[in-house]
């Protein structure tokens, strides 16, 4: 009797910190979930309109607050977000940049033509710039790219899936929405693409205008017809 009641308590006591044991480890999957859910709600708070400060971004996504496999997730979801967002961030420079939105002014007339070395090397180089962006953000929407991040990192079905429910929005996107994102950028490779003809147009006819006040002024009225041309298609994008 007296071994049969030490066997059991042996096994009482191995039964209960099994159970003490199982239920620290879903309080601390629990834990781990929830943490990475509020970085995340964090990341969405920082980013919701669209304004968003990069520094303190790229801060919230160098910082791992999980551990285990659920720092693994936050590593690769966070390092997706990262490179989403710097790439969001570099379109929006470009598009926000104020000289944008004065190559075709009288003052950038007088401080570069009739040549306008610079304002070509400009226009090419944000044509580049907005086409490699449109790539990349585009690239960044493809579900095989999303899963790429964490594939790098683990082959653990239930990480994985976590991962995926974490960027569930990204994963499931509408075409139509990348559609959208598309055409915004291209809507402005054309206006670019219009202002470069503007100023090809103005070099080839460099001794048939001129500047007085903040007003350019052509020799011939075919010449300003053309100008204007150039100017409307502008206006009707």
């Keep these: 009797m007296k071994k049969g009641g030490k066997i059991a308590i042996i096994i009482g006591v191995i039964v209960l910190i099994i159970a003490i044991a199982g239920g620290y480890f879903f309080i601390n999957d629990q834990t781990q979930k929830a943490k990475i859910m509020e970085e995340f709600s964090q990341i969405e708070e920082l980013t919701k309109s669209g304004d968003f400060n990069m520094d303190a971004l790229n801060e919230k996504t160098s910082t791992i607050v999980a551990t285990g496999k659920y720092g693994t997730v936050e590593k690769a979801a966070k390092n997706y977000a ?42 090419s180089e944000t044509k580049q710039k907005l086409e490699d962006g ?32 974490l960027l569930r929005e990204d994963i499931e996107i509408s075409d139509k929405e990348k559609n959208e994102l598309e055409q915004s950028i291209e809507k402005v490779q054309s206006m670019l693409k219009i202002e470069e003809e503007v100023i090809d147009f103005l070099i080839e006819n460099k001794d048939q205008w001129r500047i007085q006040g903040d007003q350019i002024l052509f020799n011939s009225n075919s010449l300003v017809v053309k100008y204007n041309g150039f100017l409307t298609k502008l206006r009707i994008l």
């Design 82 to 123: 990262s490179d989403l967002f710097n790439t969001a961030y570099e379109i929006r420079t470009v598009l926000e940049d104020e000289k944008l939105a004065k190559l075709l002014t009288a003052n950038n007339y007088k401080e570069d033509g009739p040549e306008f070395t610079e304002t070509k090397k400009y226009l």
């Design 134 to 165: 449109k790539t990349q953000m585009l690239s960044y929407l493809e579900e095989g790219k999303i899963n790429s991040y964490i594939e790098a990192e683990t082959k653990d079905s239930y990480s994985i899936e976590l991962y995926r429910q």
